[in-house]
């Protein structure tokens, strides 16, 4: 006699309505080992706000004064992640899951992907302005995002409310160059398949947006860095962007897991001197030079690092690059020509002229006595 068994999908529901009926009917607050245990703590803070599961959901959206101001805030953070977001619709256009970007509290700011108008529980969320936070919308992937602060996969009944268990989604935090959190990108599709490898998708796609966002804040100098035989180019570079002094003002997810210092930003200043066994003028040398170093951390482990310079990286200084700079000099005689025109650009005030490229007034006379 043939045996029947149940399909994946059948027993993963089995599952979620298994866990839904010990924690949101029979209220036992132990995990049941059926759901990720931060989905039933989720749950939990639902019940303790006085929601029910039955409580009809209302996507609101905030008022037209905090949507301008929401909009304005998160400007940066909309151009960063448009192109990136642009892609992945592309990527997950068959799939019928479409793109959320919402700021830190969980407003959307930017929607994009193949959705379907008539459909009112896609256009329900799907617009910008909308209040998709946990405390209005019970458990989502967007709000466990932003309370996990990690990458989250969810599936229909794991949502707290009935009314949005036709949604499945992925969503992943943003961190802004400080190492805040920004928002959080969401893929979220209705009745359509479960499809849990989004969830690395999404994530990938945030490493993106984060790497636009550490390149669009002001910096001298742009280092990347990987561990010695790791390609540098890559997504996962760590990403540092400096100032002229050798400060460290934005830095992406991977640098701060390559340099656990990182994480006291923003509340304390950070000197690339703290963390690179190597000093600050050394790295702005390599970079002029379009070298890769390899350099030791104060801790003993050593990595690779390839810094660039940034063509605005002083308001005062023309926006063109100088016509020397333009692969007419061998690469040797690249810095020593650019300090060059610093000082007469600045009259011989080799102070002026040092703070203009960033570097130590040292260095400054030192590239000059050479030249001579």
Same mark, same amino acid.
């Given at each position: 006699?043939?045996?029947?068994?149940?399909?994946?999908?059948? =027993?993963?529901?089995?599952?979620?309505?298994? +866990?839904?009926? %010990? @924690? $949101?009917?029979? #209220?036992?607050?132990?995990?049941?080992?059926?759901?990720?245990?931060?989905?039933?703590?989720?749950?939990?803070?639902?019940?303790?706000?006085?929601?029910?599961?039955?409580?009809?959901?209302?996507?609101?959206?905030?008022?037209?004064?905090?949507?301008?101001?929401?909009?304005?805030?998160?400007?940066?953070?909309?151009?960063?992640?448009?192109?990136?977001?642009?892609?992945?619709?592309?990527?997950?256009?068959?799939?019928?899951?479409?793109?959320?970007?919402?700021?830190?509290?969980?407003?959307?700011?930017?929607?994009?992907?193949?959705?379907?108008?008539?459909?009112?529980?896609?256009?329900?969320?799907?617009?910008?302005?909308?209040?998709? =936070?946990?405390?209005?919308?019970?458990?989502? +992937?967007?709000? %466990? @995002? $932003?309370?996990? #602060?990690?990458?989250?996969?969810?599936?229909?009944?794991?949502?707290?409310?009935?009314?949005?268990?036709?949604?499945?989604?992925?969503?992943?935090?943003?961190?802004?160059?400080?190492?805040?959190?920004?928002?959080?990108?969401?893929?979220?599709?209705?009745?359509?398949?479960?499809?849990?490898?989004?969830?690395?998708?999404?994530?990938?796609?945030?490493?993106?947006?984060?790497?636009?966002?550490?390149?669009?804040?002001?910096?001298?100098?742009?280092?990347?860095?990987?561990?010695?035989?790791?390609?540098?180019?890559?997504?996962?570079?760590?990403?540092?962007?400096?100032?002229?002094?050798?400060?460290?003002?934005?830095?992406?997810?991977?640098?701060?897991?390559?340099?656990?210092?990182?994480?006291?930003?923003?509340?304390?200043?950070?000197?690339?001197?703290?963390?690179?066994?190597?000093?600050?003028?050394?790295?702005?040398?390599?970079?002029?030079?379009?070298?890769?170093?390899?350099?030791?951390?104060?801790?003993?482990?050593?990595?690779?690092?390839?810094?660039?310079?940034?063509?605005?990286?002083?308001?005062?200084?023309?926006?063109?690059?100088?016509?020397?700079?333009?692969?007419?000099?061998?690469?040797?005689?690249?810095?020593?020509?650019?300090?060059?025109?610093?000082?007469?650009?600045?009259?011989?005030?080799?102070?002026?002229?040092?703070?203009?490229?960033?570097?130590?007034?040292?260095?400054?006379?030192?590239?000059?006595?050479?030249?001579?």
């Amino acid at each position: 006699m043939q045996h029947l068994t149940k399909s994946p999908m059948a =027993s993963r529901l089995e599952r979620i309505d298994q +866990a839904r009926q %010990a @924690a $949101l009917v029979d #209220l036992k607050s132990a995990h049941t080992g059926l759901v990720e245990p931060w989905i039933e703590q989720s749950w939990q803070r639902c019940l303790s706000r006085g929601q029910r599961t039955s409580d009809r959901v209302v996507f609101e959206a905030v008022s037209r004064s905090d949507l301008q101001a929401t909009a304005e805030s998160n400007r940066r953070l909309i151009e960063s992640a448009r192109p990136v977001i642009e892609q992945l619709a592309r990527a997950i256009a068959d799939t019928r899951y479409f793109a959320i970007l919402t700021n830190h509290h969980g407003v959307v700011v930017d929607v994009d992907g193949v959705m379907d108008a008539t459909d009112k529980r896609v256009s329900a969320i799907a617009r910008v302005g909308v209040d998709l =936070s946990e405390e209005t919308v019970g458990t989502t +992937a967007i709000g %466990a @995002a $932003l309370r996990e #602060l990690r990458p989250v996969w969810l599936h229909r009944g794991e949502h707290f409310f009935k009314d949005n268990a036709v949604y499945s989604c992925a969503g992943a935090p943003l961190f802004g160059p400080q190492g805040q959190c920004v928002g959080m990108l969401d893929l979220t599709g209705v009745e359509t398949s479960e499809r849990p490898e989004l969830r690395h998708l999404v994530a990938q796609s945030v490493r993106s947006i984060e790497n636009a966002l550490v390149n669009q804040q002001a910096h001298t100098l742009l280092l990347r860095i990987n561990w010695p035989g790791t390609p540098l180019g890559l997504e996962g570079d760590g990403l540092l962007g400096l100032d002229g002094d050798g400060q460290v003002l934005a830095a992406n997810q991977a640098a701060r897991l390559l340099l656990p210092e990182l994480v006291h930003m923003p509340s304390q200043r950070i000197d690339c001197r703290d963390l690179f066994a190597t000093p600050f003028e050394h790295l702005l040398d390599a970079a002029v030079r379009q070298q890769t170093l390899e350099t030791p951390l104060w801790s003993g482990l050593r990595v690779q690092v390839h810094g660039t310079l940034h063509e605005r990286r002083h308001a005062s200084r023309p926006s063109q690059r100088p016509a020397d700079l333009q692969g007419n000099l061998p690469l040797k005689d690249l810095e020593t020509s650019l300090i060059l025109q610093s000082v007469e650009a600045h009259k011989g005030n080799v102070a002026q002229a040092a703070r203009a490229l960033g570097i130590s007034r040292a260095t400054v006379y030192r590239k000059l006595k050479t030249k001579r």
